[in-house]
């Protein structure tokens, strides 16, 4: 069992949409000014927990613009009236899409919009008083981003990878060798403690997977 983090960060994970994606909740415990990662979708939902734990969501923050990471985004962000950060400008072409592929995979309204800041690998965003480093991992999308919070040692790596997996590399513009790359010179060097929020299922730690996943393990990298 792989826990969330305790203050000043604080993280509930929702997972929102039929896709069973994981969007993350993160506030600074000092100000209770928070972020939503990946709100793709059920918005209702999503604002419910916010009010629940009583944070004042100040943006929204979006690791690739696959629809059930960032169907919804752009409507949660005109509804609150905040700003979107993220993902990297190579994943321009799939927020593009939205309205076809949110029709294709039953996630209604979704819609295309313009992040208020793109992403570039070494870029920082701040939520409340906590500081987010940004890491670019391509591979499942072009534009792909990491977030990560050092003091925490948490990471949000959407569909980079998972427990005991890694993100498909099947779509327009993958590349499984660039995916690859992108967990070990980019994740790998976080610390093997670090905890992950993958896009879909349960959290795991960069040691667990680097012990067991079935893609990237020490043992299977090294074959
Ligand atoms: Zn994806
Ligand atoms: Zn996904």
Request: a negative charge; proline letters at 8%.
């Amino acid at each position: 069992m792989t826990n969330l983090p305790k203050p000043p960060l604080q993280a509930v994970i929702i997972p929102v949409t039929p896709l069973q994606q994981n969007c993350t909740l993160l506030w600074c415990t000092e100000t209770m000014r928070g972020a939503f990662t990946d709100p793709g979708g059920d918005l209702d939902k999503l604002m419910s927990v916010a009010r629940q734990h009583g944070v004042t969501v100040e943006k929204l923050l979006v690791t690739h613009g696959h629809i059930d990471h960032c169907g919804l985004t752009g409507v949660l962000a005109k509804q609150l009236g905040v700003p979107i950060e993220g993902p990297h400008p190579d994943d321009k072409f799939w927020i593009d899409m939205a309205p076809d592929v949110g029709a294709q995979y039953g996630i209604e309204g979704a819609a295309a919009f313009t992040p208020d800041r793109w992403l570039h690998h070494g870029d920082q965003v701040q939520v409340g008083n906590l500081v987010l480093d940004v890491l670019h991992c391509p591979g499942h999308t072009p534009g792909h981003v990491v977030f990560h919070h050092a003091p925490s040692k948490l990471a949000i790596v959407g569909d980079v990878l998972f427990q005991g997996s890694i993100g498909r590399t099947d779509f327009p513009r993958g590349n499984h060798q660039d995916l690859i790359n992108a967990i070990t010179t980019n994740l790998w060097p976080l610390g093997g403690e670090t905890a992950f929020v993958p896009g879909h299922g349960p959290m795991s730690t960069f040691a667990a997977e680097r012990r067991n996943n079935a893609f990237v393990a020490d043992a299977v990298l090294a074959q």
